[in-house]
């Protein structure tokens, strides 16, 4: 069965002026269409055509680099794109808001943490919070892994990824990644993260 491209929850303006529409065009209509077109292509065929996205990614050291790029790319722009929201941003609230004080120490250390993973990411990758072992966490992965997979260094359920690549920030930030995260956390949806950390 092939995987396809669902349309954005949102218009492509949606986020502006934080994210551009140019860049939200470009980004889901190209980037992770390419990743779902070159997926499709690499399972063909294969047994791995029968698998859901999730067992792909779980089992990311035994498949092919091709199938674990793009299976890796499609899961993680899904994940991405509904992490992001119009009228969105502010802070987490309830039982999101006091496990995160109680990992970081506070909401403004939590922000430096995630924001320090994604600018020191060397290259191409994101940044992750995560519940690993019953606790929050804040990591990194290069590429397209995610910390779904079984080869990554910190594993764990993510409930919030933002795409450090610099195809999600360059036509409106050029190389000034860390004021693309920094205006990142204006269109958190931070909904959808507590919906996720309580499924975790
Ligand atoms: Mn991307």
Redo the contacts with the bound molecule.
């Keep these: 069965m092939a995987f396809t491209l669902a349309a954005l929850p949102y218009a492509y303006e949606a986020l502006e002026p934080h994210i551009d529409t140019e860049t939200m065009k470009i980004?889901h209509d190209k980037?992770?269409q390419a990743?779902v077109d070159n997926l499709n292509k690499a399972i063909a065929g294969t047994p791995n055509e029968n698998k859901s996205l999730d067992e792909l990614v779980k089992n990311a050291g035994s498949i092919s680099p091709a199938v674990r790029n793009n299976g890796g790319?499609h899961w993680?722009?899904s994940f991405?794109w509904d992490s992001l929201s119009a009228n969105a941003g502010g802070a987490p609230s309830g039982k999101l808001a006091e496990a995160i004080n109680s990992a970081f120490g506070s909401f403004e250390t939590f922000k430096e943490k995630f924001a320090a993973a994604g600018a020191t990411r060397f290259g191409s990758g994101w940044a992750w919070l995560i519940v690993s072992d019953g606790k929050l966490q804040v990591s990194s992965t290069p590429n397209?892994d995610n910390p779904l997979m079984d080869v990554a260094e910190v594993k764990g359920t993510p409930i919030l990824g933002v795409?450090v690549?610099e195809?999600?920030y360059y036509l409106k930030y050029q190389n000034k990644r860390p004021a693309y995260l920094e205006a990142i956390w204006n269109v958190i949806n931070w909904k959808k993260v507590a919906e996720r950390f309580e499924a975790a």
Excluded: S, T
């Design positions: 980004h980037h992770h990743y790319g993680n722009h991405f397209q795409d690549w195809h999600a």
